[in-house]
């Protein structure tokens, strides 16, 4: 298949990089990256998706979608796909969605779980929004990048579920966190909470396959200084997207109100930023109820 793929940072670059190892022609346009193994560089985006039957995007946020939207749109095919991988609010999702129908292109949205070790493993999940027939034909190469493509409803859906899976998985982060800091100070050994924990109600992801504590259950970033992983500056991204897709359809979510809240204060205020989510447990065990403790 010919693919257009248009954002090679961190994600795009090994997504697209096995797209071309199957043996797909990729021509890819990114403004500071540089090609991906098998990435046939072009000079913009829109020379990227010119004469593609699929263009991918893979993109940081709403906006720069929506302008590499307007200029990708018109030079791409009739009948071709966009599919867009990033993680963006549902507006944009849909207003993108809504432009490519209007030049008569079929579209999906996109967005992964897995982060960059599942990208160059091919082992993403996708949660997809768009028509049945956009959604199949994408498949096949969701199935090269990803392990497990669901698709979840219309335009927009992919980007509900991905802002629902992560806002559970800011406010579990937190939960376990604050959990295990509070275990310290009651002199609960670490690892008895965990054998406790993980096979009881308590039981979540970030406590099972994700620990936050260093040497205890999983292997994961807490083993490894707390370098990301997902950064907790990309959880803030998606917790301020739960927040505004519940405000507008005015949805109650205090407790990701609250992990919103907590995660701000971590990056932009407490040096939380280019640290791993699970941060957040260290960071509890410098505090008390009243805030920081010093040292
Ligand atoms: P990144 O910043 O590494 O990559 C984004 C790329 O887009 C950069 O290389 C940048 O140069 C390029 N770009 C910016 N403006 C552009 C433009 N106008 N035209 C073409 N390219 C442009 O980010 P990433 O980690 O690869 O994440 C991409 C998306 O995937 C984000 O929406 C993120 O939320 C989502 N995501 C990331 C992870 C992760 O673990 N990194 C996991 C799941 C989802």
Not at 16 to 25: F, R
Not at 130 to 155: N, W
């Amino acid at each position: 298949m010919k693919i257009g793929f248009v954002g090679l940072g961190n994600m795009g670059a090994p997504m697209a990089a096995n797209l071309a190892a199957a043996g797909h022609e990729v021509a890819g346009y990114d403004p500071v990256a540089s090609a991906p193994e098998g990435v046939a560089m072009a000079e913009s985006a829109a020379a990227a998706a010119s004469g593609a039957e699929v263009v991918i995007t893979m993109l940081p946020n709403g906006s720069i979608l929506r302008a590499v939207a307007r200029e990708i749109i018109p030079a791409m095919k009739k009948g071709a796909v966009l599919a867009d991988c990033s993680t963006v609010d549902v507006q944009s999702a849909r207003e993108v969605a809504a432009e490519a129908e209007e030049a008569g292109l079929l579209s999906v949205d996109a967005p992964v779980s897995g982060g960059v070790t599942g990208a160059a493993a091919g082992t993403l999940t996708f949660m997809v929004g768009g028509s049945e027939e956009a959604f199949q034909r994408v498949a096949p190469l969701f199935d090269i990048m990803g392990q497990k493509a669901v698709h979840c409803g219309a335009a927009g859906a992919g980007q509900a579920a991905k802002i629902c899976n992560n806002m559970i998985l800011g406010v579990t982060m937190i939960a376990t966190c604050e959990a295990f800091a509070l275990a310290d100070k009651l002199g609960l050994d670490r690892q008895k909470m965990y054998d406790v924990v993980s096979t009881s109600s308590g039981y979540s992801w970030t406590m099972n396959a994700y620990t936050p504590a260093p040497g205890v259950g999983a292997k994961s970033p807490a083993d490894n200084g707390y370098k990301p992983g997902f950064a907790s500056e990309l959880m803030l991204k998606d917790l301020r997207l739960s927040q505004q897709a519940a405000e507008a359809v005015d949805a109650d979510t205090p407790m990701g109100a609250v992990a919103t809240a907590l995660y701000e204060q971590f990056v932009e205020r407490e040096g939380g930023a280019g640290t791993d989510f699970s941060a957040m447990l260290p960071r509890f065990e410098a505090r008390s109820r009243s805030g920081p403790t010093g040292g």
